[in-house]
């Protein structure tokens, strides 16, 4: 099959799993078609009828950057979706203009899929978007943390107070991987005004993390323990993943227990009783798509928690300590930031 062709059958694809009521239209007479119609594609795109059936036919050869643009929002592509497209037309896929906090419904039914499992999910930028009840109870509750205090990077180059524990080689280990994180985030979105201004405040007021980004360090997430120091169960060793999901740049840490152990049984504790140990009793409850909740502990929580940059004073500098990804307090300074070079 040719590119054109597969350009077309790719968009026949996308069509026929969109929906009218989901793509913004009346959902039209029962017993219909599942997907859209040309002509309604036509009417969310201002693109003739004509024209797309000969792009889906492939004899339309040429979309522009902006007929792309347009067919990839009235379909509703997720970004690798979109790369895809472009790629098929022969275009070259358009720099993203900031990190998005999307997550695939995929991704959230594997995490629905983890009972016992602390899980946090982070963007491109490591702001912690969702978490689980465990999440929660284990690190504490991220819910009424603010803007910075819900970001990784901040917590840690800045010295926020935090349950968790590094040996030495496991602290320079996470930093490296941090800063490396935050270097490809800035070329895959390279026009995102937020992760610059945070990228520029760090090097303000980290020494550390100055040093880290002007070596342009290259670093992976380890796979190792970390200790979490809970207030009412103690001391929990556990292991550490953290997975990173292709096309969306998303990072998933995850802590485990072997079964048997210690840890298990306090994880095992937390899962039963740990959201009424830390007040969390209004938790969200986990929905089919997978259950994880954001925002406020309360039955009206968003759907998504958008990192908001708190206007405050900046916290002293210093290195971290101590710190993984996780919730915490953390404020956002209001002096102008320092461009964040590339």
């Not at 959902?27 to 009828?49: D, F």
């Not at 959230?108 to 999440?135: E, F, K, M, S, Y």
């Not at 800063?179 to 945070?198: C, E, G, I, N, Q």
């Not at 210690?262 to 095992?268: I, N, P, S, T």
Request: overall charge negative; charged content about 20%.
């Amino acid at each position: 099959m040719t590119r054109h062709g597969e350009l077309g059958t790719a968009l026949h694809r996308w069509r026929d799993r969109i929906g009218p009521a989901e793509a913004g239209l009346p959902a039209g007479e029962p017993g219909r078609a599942a997907g859209l119609r040309h002509e309604e594609l036509a009417q969310l795109t201002g693109l003739s009828v004509d024209y797309l059936v000969r792009l889906e036919e492939g004899r339309a050869t040429s979309p522009s950057v902006q007929i792309l643009t347009s067919l990839a929002r009235a379909l509703r592509l997720s970004d690798d979706e979109r790369r895809h497209l472009f790629l098929l037309a022969g275009q070259s896929p358009p720099a993203l203009g900031r990190v998005s906090d999307h997550i695939p419904p995929s991704v959230r039914r594997l995490l629905g899929r983890l009972p016992g499992t602390p899980l946090g999910v982070h963007d491109a930028a490591w702001n912690l978007i969702t978490w689980n009840p465990l999440w929660a109870a284990l690190l504490g509750d991220p819910a009424a943390v603010p803007g910075r205090g819900r970001n990784a990077a901040w917590l840690h180059f800045t010295g926020q107070p935090g349950r968790i524990s590094h040996t030495v080689e496991q602290e320079a280990r996470f930093e490296a991987a941090l800063v490396a994180d935050l270097r490809s985030a800035t070329v895959h979105y390279p026009t995102d005004v937020r992760l610059r201004f945070l990228i520029g405040e760090l090097r303000r007021v980290s020494n550390r993390f100055a040093v880290l980004w002007n070596s342009r360090i290259t670093d992976s997430h380890d796979t190792g323990t970390r200790t979490i120091h809970h207030p009412d169960v103690g001391p929990v060793t556990v292991d550490c993943d953290t997975l990173t999901v292709p096309g969306c740049d998303l990072r998933i840490a995850a802590y485990s227990a072997a079964p048997g152990t210690d840890a298990a049984e306090k994880l095992r504790l937390l899962d039963v009783i740990g959201t009424e140990m830390t007040g969390m009793t209004g938790m969200t409850e986990l929905t089919d798509t997978g259950g994880m909740p954001r925002g406020p502990a309360t039955a009206a929580a968003p759907a998504t928690v958008p990192v908001v940059d708190d206007p405050g004073r900046a916290p002293d500098a210093g290195p971290g300590s101590g710190h993984d990804p996780g919730p915490g307090p953390g404020s956002s300074p209001a002096a102008a930031p320092e461009p964040a070079d590339r």
